[in-house]
């Protein structure tokens, strides 16, 4: 256990070396790339919490008490003006539509719905802002912000919107259907173990920039000081950011979001390190896409956190989880549960919902979900 402690303790301090490199690729390492974190983490991740028992190598000892028991789980309230049922009266079937639309979806536009719910309340609150399409009166839109690659899942909406707007015209809006298609691709990809309400009664918004795309959402190589004040910005607390990391057990990327991580500084498992340097070289040099999670990667489960603690993630803002004495109590604790997790995320979901929604008074239902309704209207 000392030994394993003390070359935890490298990796960590050697973690905290490697988040430096540029990321070329998306221009995450453009402009003024963070100064190294300070090593807030302990020099020695403490055990206090895992009592050293003998267990399978990979597999954490159980903690106690668990983390997350406390605070006692009180279901987040919505924000002012969502429910649960929002369309029961006015559009009875609309939850149903979205629930098709994105069963019909292969796992990877899935994974993308996910996280484009993710994308769409961190930049603008959940307005469907993200979905915005160019125009002349708005030529850099969300959709052009340099994190958006790979979003996709953008045909799922316009389809159950499509069809929304056939049954009850101007009733559902687009931010709705975003935050039901991220709830119902999670539902799907967890075997129906994430089954959760989601509170409606969002507008849509009007307002979609690409430049507040960056200051928004978190990048790859960020720490946890870091990913808790991103989080925090949106009123997400560090179980919110922990239970919802637990969407990279799902889908893929770009080989340009990580190239930190496959280097022999970095604390990636080298046998993984070396089979993603495998798939990321491409002889015509283009992008190529991996997954996520190596070995359920079209389940959304509680894998993602026996990969963080076996250091089998992409991004350095992963394995930074394992490097806080805030976050490593909660990665072993959704490792061990996946009902508690599960439970976790869906809440946290509910949470991210809430994120500065737009009402009656400052949003509108669109018509169509790429283009505001009236855009030359003052
Ligand atoms: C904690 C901070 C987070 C960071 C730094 C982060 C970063 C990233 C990056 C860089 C990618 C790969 C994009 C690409 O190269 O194509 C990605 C993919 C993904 N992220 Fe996150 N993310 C974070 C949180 C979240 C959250 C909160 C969710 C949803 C609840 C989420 C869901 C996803 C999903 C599902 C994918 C795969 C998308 C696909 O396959 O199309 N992420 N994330
Ligand atoms: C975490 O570590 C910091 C700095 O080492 C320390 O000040 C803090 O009390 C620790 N927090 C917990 C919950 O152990
Ligand atoms: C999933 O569906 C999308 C859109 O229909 C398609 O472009 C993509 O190739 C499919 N992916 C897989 C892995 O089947
Ligand atoms: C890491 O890679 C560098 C450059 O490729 C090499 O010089 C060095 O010996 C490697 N170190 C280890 C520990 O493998
Ligand atoms: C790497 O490529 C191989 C062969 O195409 C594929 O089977 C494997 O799933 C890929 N690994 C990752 C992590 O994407
Ligand atoms: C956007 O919405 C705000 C708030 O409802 C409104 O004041 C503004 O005129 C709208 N702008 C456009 C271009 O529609
Ligand atoms: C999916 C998508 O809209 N991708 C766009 C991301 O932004 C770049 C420019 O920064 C566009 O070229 C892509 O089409």
Redesign the pocket.
Known sequence: MAAKLAVLTVLALLGSVSCQSGYGGYGYGDGNPTPPPPPTYPPTPSPPTYPPTPSPPTYPPTPSPPPYSSPPPTPSPPAAGLRVGYYDGKCPGAEGVVREAVRGANASIKAGLVRMFFHDCFVEGCDASVLLKPTDANRQPEMLGIPNLSLRGFEVIDAAKAKLEAECPGVVSCADIVAFAGRDASYFLSGSAISFAMPAGRYDGNVSLASKTLPNLPPPFADVPRLKAMFAAKGLDTVDMVALSGAHSIG?SHCSSFPDRLSNTSDMDRTLAA??K??CTSPTGSDN???QD?KT?DQLDNEYYMNVINRKVLFASDAALLKSNETIPLVYAAAISPKLWQRKFGEAMVKMGAVEVKTAANGEIRKVCGFINNPYSG
Do not use: E, I
């Open positions: 893929s089979k993603l495998a798939n896409l991996v997954a190596y990667p």
